[in-house]
């Protein structure tokens, strides 16, 4: 286990892999992680006033305002006990985006570049464990035990934004709204793209690159 000191975002259309490839990183690296998604499902889950206002926009496929968003994640970041950490799902607008960087000036941004069909396929198969945000599939990845969380025999359950039809406008936004975010952090010169259609495919890519950008800090 590697200690480091990286502020880094990794950012990626719905369905990518950006929860399974965050889930590798952690494992090689000492970060502390923020999964934008899985804090607002949690607080959907418990029913707080944020997760009953996301609750809102996130049934339709529709992104979450961004003054909540930036409330919310601000609001995460502080409970952290280090400024070493991975972010997931966050920002998804230049506005967010602005807004996170007067905050915290990133090191990295790692974005995920999978093709949309293979996107649609893969979410259709897909099954999460709310309370930890463990996610499965069903062709690749399975559960242990079908429909049972590996680790607390938990049920597992469907994400109401993992419908196909709600799948297909989330890309949509994304092309839309979160493109100019990948066009803000190159403009930083922080940005690297990973192409795959597979989340085995372009991980080792992103460690090795992390590995890289550490070595190359350490030595500057």
């Not at 997760?51 to 970041?77: C, H, Q, R, T, W």
Request: hydrophobic share 35%; with cysteine.
């Amino acid at each position: 286990m590697s200690t480091v000191a990286l502020k880094t975002v990794i950012l990626g259309a719905p369905g990518s892999g950006k929860g399974t490839i965050s889930a590798r990183i952690l494992n090689k690296f000492k970060l502390e992680y923020v999964s934008s998604g899985d804090k607002l499902r949690q607080n959907i889950q418990q029913k707080t006033s944020i997760g009953l206002e996301a609750l809102k926009y996130i049934s339709e496929g529709k992104l979450v305002p961004d003054d909540v968003m930036i409330n919310f994640v601000s609001s995460e970041l502080r409970k952290l006990p280090t400024k070493t950490w991975l972010l997931d799902g966050f920002p998804r607008t230049v506005t967010q985006a602005r807004a996170l960087w007067e905050k915290e000036k990133l090191d990295l941004a790692i974005n995920l570049i999978v093709p949309h069909e293979v996107i649609i396929s893969r979410v259709e198969g897909r099954w999460v464990h709310l309370p930890s945000g463990r996610v499965y599939n069903d062709t690749f990845n399975k559960p242990k035990v079908p429909g049972k969380d590996d680790i607390t025999g938990e049920p597992l359950t469907k994400r109401d934004d993992d419908k196909p039809e709600v799948i297909k406008k989330r890309l949509e936004l994304y092309e839309t709204l979160t493109r100019p975010v990948i066009d803000f952090y190159r403009e930083k010169k922080i940005l690297i793209d990973f192409f795959g259609k597979t989340s085995d495919e372009i991980s080792p890519q992103v460690l090795d690159c992390i590995n890289k950008f550490l070595l190359d800090s350490k030595n500057n």
